[in-house]
């Protein structure tokens, strides 16, 4: 090993694709064992960057460093090898596999004839135990797992290859604050092993709180690397949006009308006796710990997964939605918490994925009138200002802010009078995240009935007038505006 102070230089990194630029003479250095933040605005191409890390892209131009030597990564096993590995956003995990299995996937023999199966669930299940996930149980089908914990598994995989560079991209995303803490207990064990860690959030705090230096990117450029500890909040988000944050939730104007929903004792799997009601103009939270049950609340009264007991009461009359379509039908909106999965069609157009909520609106005597659709699109996206080339693009063509925004807009064409937002900021930069919250603030003054789901606590104490905490599929308490605080919420969501 050559002495170098970087673990990890990169010079000068240009890659097109097409005539489109995604990065220009980008570089970035990283010292051995420390937390290093890379930020910017979705499209900023940090992504890019560490996929030519990775291997899953070759650089057009530019050098890679790792500890003082030139290396040639032309594709994932040489990054590998080179001890880099990167945890996605989505998780290459394999679902009918078990979670002992994914963890040593690419060594399962070890070399031998035979698979040990026995050390093999014990290693998995020390490599568990050492991130504090002793819980998870190394023979369970990874498909089974939530979300959160599926993550786990990934990172457990890469530790078992003695990486060096440890890349996390929007790590907690779908994580609660228990298991981000957890996971930051873990981050920071690693850095204390000499690992290096480049570490991409949206979530500001987390980076203050984590990281030795950051890196910013905008537009496919480098802006500059700054100490974390003598910058704030402020100048960072002017530095990636090159414009003031004054004000990320914008102020409310709606006016609390009649009640549009009431739910009485409802039941679906896990979720036992849930009962709210929310008004024309409000924007009810729903918060507490992933896998409380709030998301299989509003999947249950949407329609998506079957109702056990309990009432829904529409517009004053008692509705009973057998699936989506009659509760789209009924102008009921969900917008999913997985947009990749869930939320849109990522190999279909932009025009499809917008309008697939409202036909109706659209079509004549069963025909779809292409070039009245056409113009609607264009408004619509236009109104929730999202940047795309041209409407018959693949949603899977956008960035992470702008394919949320795609999502969104299909319940906006179709007029709902209640929308429930599942994570609508999940994995969406600081400026996306401001536009969305205006969306949501222009559905409510239009005397839409708005229930947002959120983990984050800045986006629920900022734009809910009132919040219920779910804990073990029951609602554990309610919060009001004036007595919205981080430490209101977490008490009831964890039961104290």
């Known amino acids: 090993m050559q002495n170098s102070e ?18 220009t003479d980008v570089s970035l250095k990283v010292e051995p064992g420390e937390i290093h933040a890379l930020i910017g605005e979705n499209g900023a191409g940090k992504s890019t960057l560490m996929k030519i890390l990775s291997g899953a892209y ?28 990167i945890i996605y956003q989505e998780f290459m995990l394999a679902p009918d596999l078990t979670v002992a299995e994914n963890i040593y996937i690419d060594k399962l023999s070890a070399g031998k004839k035979f698979i040990n199966w026995k050390e093999l669930r014990n290693n998995a299940r020390e490599q568990l135990e050492r991130l504090g996930f002793g819980d998870i149980d190394p023979n369970t089908k990874c498909g089974s ?17 003695n990486a060096k560079i440890l890349v996390f991209d929007e790590p907690t995303a779908v994580l609660t604050f228990s298991e981000i803490e957890k996971l930051f207990s873990v981050i920071k064990k690693l850095k204390e092993e000499g690992v290096s860690i480049i570490y991409i959030s949206h979530r500001l705090e987390e980076i203050f709180e984590l990281s030795q230096h950051i890196s910013v990117l905008k537009d496919g450029t480098y802006v500059g690397t700054v100490k974390t500890k003598e910058f704030d909040k402020d100048r960072l988000v002017n530095m990636m949006i090159g414009r003031e944050m004054t004000e990320m939730f914008p102020e409310r104007h709606a006016k609390i009308g009649e009640t549009i929903l009431e739910v009485q004792n409802l039941c679906a799997g896990m979720v036992q006796d849930v009962s709210f009601s929310v008004k024309a103009g409000e924007v009810l939270g729903f918060n507490g710990l992933v896998g409380a049950g709030r998301t299989e609340t509003m999947r249950a009264l949407f329609g998506a997964d079957k109702k056990e ?10 509705v009973d939605w057998k699936n989506p379509k009659q509760a789209i039908a009924e102008k009921f909106g969900l917008l999913p918490e997985d947009r990749k999965k869930q939320g849109l069609l990522l190999q279909q157009s932009i025009r499809m994925n917008t309008t697939l909520a409202c036909l109706n609106k659209i079509t004549k005597l069963g025909f779809i009138n292409h070039k009245s659709e056409k113009e609607f699109v264009k408004e619509t996206l236009a109104s929730i200002q999202t940047k795309y080339n041209s409407t018959e693009d693949n949603a899977n063509s956008l960035s992470g802010g702008n394919q949320q925004k795609i999502a969104l807009a299909k319940w906006i064409a179709a007029d709902c009078k209640c929308i429930v937002f599942d994570e609508p900021t999940r994995g969406v930069d600081v ?8 969306v949501i603030n222009n559905l409510a003054e239009n005397g839409v009935a708005v229930i947002i789901i959120s983990s984050e606590m800045p986006e629920i104490i900022g734009m809910c007038d009132r919040v219920l905490v779910m804990r073990n599929g029951k609602i554990s308490g309610e919060v009001r505006k004036e007595e919205l605080t981080e430490n209101a919420l977490i008490k009831f969501a964890m039961g104290v």
Not at 59 to 85: H, L, T, Y
Not at 309 to 318: A, C, L, R
């Open 309 to 318: 007991s309990g009432k829904v009461i529409y517009f004053g009359k008692e």
């Open 431 to 438: 400026g996306a995240k401001t536009e969305i919250y205006k």
């Open 145 to 161: 797992l939530s979300v959160a914990y599926q993550q786990v598994v990934e990172i457990c995989k890469c530790l078992t290859r």
């Open 58 to 85: 070759v650089r057009d131009s530019g050098q890679i460093f790792i500890d003082g030597k030139e290396v040639k990564i032309s594709d994932p096993k040489e990054s590998k090898d080179q001890g880099v590995a």
């Open 6 to 23: 970087y673990r990890l230089e990169m010079r000068n990194i240009t890659k097109h694709f097409g005539g489109v630029k995604a990065l």
